[in-house]
T-cell receptor, first 112, second 115 residues
Framework: AQTIHQWPVAEIKAVGSPLSLGCTIK??????LYWYWQATGGTLQQLFY??????VESVVQLNLSASRPKDDQFILSTEKLLLSHSGFYLC???????????FGSGTRLTVL | GDSVTQTEGQVTVSESKSLIINCTYS????????LFWYVRYPGEGLQLLLK?????QKGSSRGFEATYNKEATSFHLQKASVQESDSAVYYC????????????FGQGTSLSVVP
């Protein structure tokens, strides 16, 4: 069975500090990987997607970056957090285009 | 671009009553989109509730149903008799065929089922 694990569960960070969120998918080879974000009171938006190791495409510009160092790992990061980065971050995987997305439990980020 | 609209942000329903959560969509991409309902129960992650990829067909899961109506561009979620355990946030979403899946979500509807 496939499992998706996100870490950390929650973070409280200061404006200007760095951030790294992670996601690991087990039990599925070469999945498509995604990062989604939901601001408080907002809707879920796709931030990044990756079809293969080492390749990441940005969908929305939020002064964040993403990397896929391994087939089963997806990292979201920034060197300087902004207040506007607060929200809920979700990692997801799919088998291909227009397919069902399977989500992790998410990371709640609060930037103060 | 593609968009999804859920008109109700919060809904409160008494247990055993019927429920309908409205969802309409606009898809500018070529071809018919795939339509989804996702749900997030308290303290849990986002999970697929049901999916329909063919216009005119109905999807069902856990007593919920939704019919893909391409003429009305709607995908309303219905349940004949809700339970307290159905309390959650429900998201309507669409995706179109591509090399990657870009789900476009509605704003979400928070459902509270009261005794």
């Amino acid at each position: 069975a496939q499992t998706i694990h996100q870490w950390p569960v929650a973070e409280i960070k200061a404006v200007g500090s760095p951030l790294s969120l992670g996601c690991t998918i087990k039990g599925k080879s070469s999945p498509n990987l995604y990062w989604y974000w939901q601001a408080t009171g907002g809707t879920l938006q796709q931030l990044f997607y990756s079809i293969t190791v080492g390749q990441v495409e940005s969908v929305v510009q939020l002064n964040l970056s993403a990397s896929r160092p391994k087939d089963d790992q997806f990292i979201l990061s920034t060197e300087k957090l902004l207040l506007s980065h607060s929200g809920f971050y979700l990692c997801a995987w799919s088998l291909g285009g227009a397919e069902t997305l399977y989500f992790g439990s998410g990371t709640r980020l609060t930037v103060l | 671009g593609d968009s999804v609209t859920q008109t109700e942000g919060q809904v409160t329903v008494s247990e055993s009553k019927s429920l309908i959560i409205n969802c309409t969509y606009s898809a500018t991409s070529i071809g018919y989109p795939n339509l989804f309902w996702y749900v997030r129960y308290p303290g849990e992650g986002l999970q697929l509730l049901l999916k329909v990829i063919t216009a005119g067909q109905k999807g069902s899961s856990r007593g919920f149903e939704a019919t893909y109506n391409k003429e009305a561009t709607s995908f309303h979620l219905q349940k004949a008799s809700v339970q307290e355990s159905d309390s959650a946030v429900y998201y309507c979403a669409l995706s179109t065929s591509s090399s990657f899946s870009k789900l476009v979500f509605g704003q979400g509807t928070s459902l509270s089922v009261v005794p």
